[in-house]
């Protein structure tokens, strides 16, 4: 059951799945890995995960509603499921509580901060950890803007895009790779550095030895955080490539800063990040295979090196499954490069 997160290489994972504002008083179904999740918020506001399947005759709970006692009501023959999966109410069908209590649905570890739910991808388990939600999304005097759209792509290879830097003078050379565009050489160099973070790793680069002004990090296992440097400013954006099948990448946006917070400010700056988004998609979209292959697949340079340390672990981890692989692979190493 729920195989298609070790599909993904995506189990035992926390994921933001949706925006707080998606979630009102209706069910909200949605595909996380080839897995159907169902989220609704109970009487006291407070998200609920649930595997999107009726333990009885497997029909989707989110085409049912959530009842006045706060429970998710299935459409077809009308049971109940609390927030933790436990079976409320059967009808037709008197039955003492503890009877009732093998007919519960699936539950998912979940979580609302930062404006986005959080699933932990491993049903009827508690998790072992917190999400790392980035602490200036729960940062007061921050101005958080959410933003989420699909593209027709394997979530490897979304997240590999933001992770590479070596694109932005050509896929952004009209937006935010404009000034290394323009700096650019045919003889140029780029180093780029991958240190380990607690959660990833971070890269930076330089040209020419010119240190870049920003910097990636990549916030295990499917985002990314965009450090802008502006003086006495604080302003990041973040990205999560949320895998909604083998096709399909839902990418949540959140872009955050302590300035420029009145409309209609805001509003071109928010603008502005979609645009960028834009001109990753038509890029991202085209991969052939539409999944990241393995290393020696693809030819690999040495600017390749943070895309390749993603995708040794994505690899590794698909291969051995979460647990085994983790350890082996929390510090990115010198990927093999061609020659
Ligand atoms: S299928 Fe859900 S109650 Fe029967
Ligand atoms: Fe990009």
């Known amino acids: 059951m729920l195989d298609g997160f070790a599909n993904e290489g995506f189990a035992d994972v926390w994921t933001p799945v949706a925006m707080s504002r998606e979630l009102g008083k ?17 009487n006291a506001g407070r998200v609920s995960a649930l595997h999107d399947r009726c333990p009885h005759r497997g029909v989707k709970l989110s085409l049912g509603k959530v009842s006045p006692d706060g429970c998710l009501e ?11 999966g436990e079976c409320s109410h059967i009808p037709l069908n ?22 986005l739910i959080w699933v932990y991808t491993r049903p009827g388990a508690e998790a072992p950890e917190e999400p790392a939600v980035p602490p200036v999304m729960e940062q007061p005097g921050i101005h958080l803007w959410h933003y989420a759209e699909t593209w027709n792509a394997h979530w490897t290879r979304a997240m590999e895009n933001m992770l590479d830097s070596p694109h932005l003078p050509f896929v952004h050379r009209r937006t935010i ?10 003889d140029s160099q780029l180093e780029l550095e991958v240190h380990p973070t ?3 790793f971070r890269t930076s680069w330089s040209m020419d030895g010119r240190p870049s002004d920003g910097s990636l990090e990549w916030l295990r296992p499917n985002g990314m955080q965009l450090n ?57 979209e085209s991969s052939d295979p539409i999944e990241a292959p393995p290393v020696s697949e693809e030819r690999s340079v040495a600017t390749d090196r943070a895309t390749l340390a993603f995708r040794r672990w994505y690899l590794e981890r698909k291969k051995r499954g979460p647990r085994e692989a983790t350890a082996s692979t929390d510090t990115p190493e010198a990927p093999p490069l061609a020659s």
């Open 74 to 84: 299935c459409p077809f023959h009308g049971w109940r499921f609390a927030s933790g």
């Open 198 to 200: 607690p959660t990833g």
């Open 228 to 284: 802008i440097p502006i003086p006495h400013r604080l302003m990041r954006l973040y990205m999560y490539c949320v895998p909604v099948d083998a096709t399909h990448t839902r990418m949540m946006l959140v872009s955050s800063r302590d300035f420029l917070k009145l409309q209609p400010f805001a509003r071109l700056v928010d603008l502005y990040n979609k645009r960028i988004l834009r001109e990753d998609q038509a890029v991202v």
């Open 26 to 42: 209706a069910p909200l179904g949605l595909t996380l890995a080839s897995e159907r999740v169902v989220l609704f918020r109970d």
């Open 177 to 186: 790779g404009g000034p290394m565009w323009k700096r650019m050489k045919p």
């Open 94 to 115: 008197p039955m003492p509580e503890e009877k009732r209590q093998r007919y519960a649905a699936t539950a998912f570890p979940v979580r609302e901060r930062g404006g």
